[in-house]
């Protein structure tokens, strides 16, 4: 199982969206796909999904293995996924009060303890930023790659500098980056608009790390009932960057 993170220097790029459109266009080439949330303190998927846990949390373990003798988690098959969040073990209102440092134990349950099956890719939509969690999964040794996902203002291209900086000490390999919100198609004329203010070129992390896609800032993007070309697209170098 190749696992490919999709990270972020900052949090608001619209991750999540480019994780659940990568994973269901690489379902959509035939492969076995698992996509695990693993935002603990705020996780997203199961909302995006349509799916909803409504009992909060009262034990850790929904079920043990006697011949492992640990505890084993099932994912939330949906869409063509295998998909695995803390958002189906808490409900939406209750907060996930972890200690940082014991974030780390969530990621070996979800990636070593859910039954992924023969799953061929796990993409696994990161917090943002570079804490605790991300420092564990960067040094672990089993990412097979990941994306850079940022919008077009400075302010993302400075945040997901300093990921690509961590990313590099840690020597996980990039993938390459995806633009998201670049701007807006004006229903009337079809010109594009710049909601936001572009990063000056000299600033730009395109200018070290390759751009695999570019999505604009419209609704169809996040919507469920269909893969849309631009991921299919991104889909296809993930695949191919994964294999050279």
Request: hydrophobic share 45%; with cysteine.
């Amino acid at each position: 199982m190749k696992i490919v993170a999709v990270a972020s220097g900052k949090g608001g790029v619209g991750k999540s969206t480019v994780s659940l459109g990568l994973a269901r266009a690489l379902a959509g080439r035939g492969s076995d796909v698992g996509l695990l949330d693993a935002d603990v303190y705020g996780p997203d998927i199961p909302l995006m999904l349509g799916l909803k846990q409504t009992r909060d949390l009262r034990r850790w373990a929904l079920g043990r293995n006697p011949e492992l003798g640990r505890i084993r988690l099932e994912p939330v098959e949906a869409l063509g996924l295998k998909v695995m969040s803390v958002g189906f073990l808490v409900s939406e209102r209750q907060s996930f009060a972890l200690p940082a440092p014991l974030t780390t134990h969530v990621w070996k349950q979800f990636v070593d303890d859910v039954e992924w099956g023969n799953a061929d890719y796990l993409v696994v939509d990161l917090p943002p930023g570079t804490a605790d969690l991300q420092q564990h999964v960067f040094t672990s040794g089993e990412l097979a790659g990941t994306l850079i996902v940022l919008g077009p203002q400075d302010a993302a291209h400075l945040d997901a500098r300093k990921l690509l900086d961590t990313l590099r000490e840690a020597r996980v390999p990039v993938l390459g980056a995806v633009e998201n919100m670049a701007g807006l198609s004006c229903p009337h004329c079809g010109e594009t608009i710049d909601v936001f203010p572009r990063v000056a070129p000299e600033r730009s992390l395109l200018r070290e790390v390759e751009l695999l896609a570019s999505i604009p800032l419209d609704p169809e993007y996040a919507r469920l009932d269909g893969v849309a070309p631009v991921f299919a697209e991104l889909a296809a170098r993930v695949v191919e960057r994964l294999a050279g």
